[in-house]
């Protein structure tokens, strides 16, 4: 794949990237024969959901997003701050609380539902940015930026009840490569821990099932400025698979 794409499977599993296992057993040449449908319209707010742009709404909608977590979740959070010019900035490289969630109408009641062969239809980088200026109380929200869109190459997820692998050939190749091999384990229906022997060092993902039967994977993470009693702004960057099931 890209190096971009490399980067995000290196920060959701926290390890090396296994290379180089063909994938025939699966039969993923014959599935990616089939064309996919370039009909289907994926906005870049496609089952996003962000606070209300006014005050206090701004704040209450996005406290609702804490009753979400869980203990397990929680340990697995890490950020890096700095000071420069009055502002301080904080990143999360893996973050559980954008400001910018996937919808909790996509919220998988049954795990079972993941259970299959999936075909990647998206994969692209997302950049989602609200301020606010504090002496007026003032939201401002950017327009979505679409940062990389690598829809273009196959892969296909296989889940089972305990192990998701992501297989994919990057356009101009011959071959799918098994790219991902980690257990998973779902939490309070809404993410998906990755991780190859402790929990709280893997990596998270919010997902979920539409409405249509896609399965919506997001990796997100966050960027925060905040310069005191002036404003804050928060950068989401989510890394986002869309996926139909084909077994």
Known sequence: MTKHFIQFLSALLLTAITIGATAQDNNFEQLSKTPK???????SDYKISRPRLQFPSWDDDFDIYYSFLTPAIRKTQAAMSYKQNGVTTTVTLNSIIPHAQLDTA??????????????????RSIRYNDSVYLPTKKYYRLADIILADKSHDEAFAVITDDNFKLYVKETGKTNFKKMMSAKYKI????????????????????????????????YPSVIENVKKDEYFSYYAVI???IFERVK
């Open 37 to 43: 449908d370039t009909t289907i319209n994926f906005p």
């Open 106 to 123: 996509t919220i998988v009641n049954d795990p079972h539902q993941l259970i299959g062969t999936w075909r990647m239809l998206k994969f």
């Open 187 to 218: 939490e309070n229906r809404r993410f998906m821990m990755m991780y190859k022997l402790m929990k709280a060092s893997g990596g998270v993902s919010q997902f979920g099932i539409d409405e249509k039967g896609y399965l919506i994977i997001n």
């Open 239 to 241: 890394e986002q698979y």
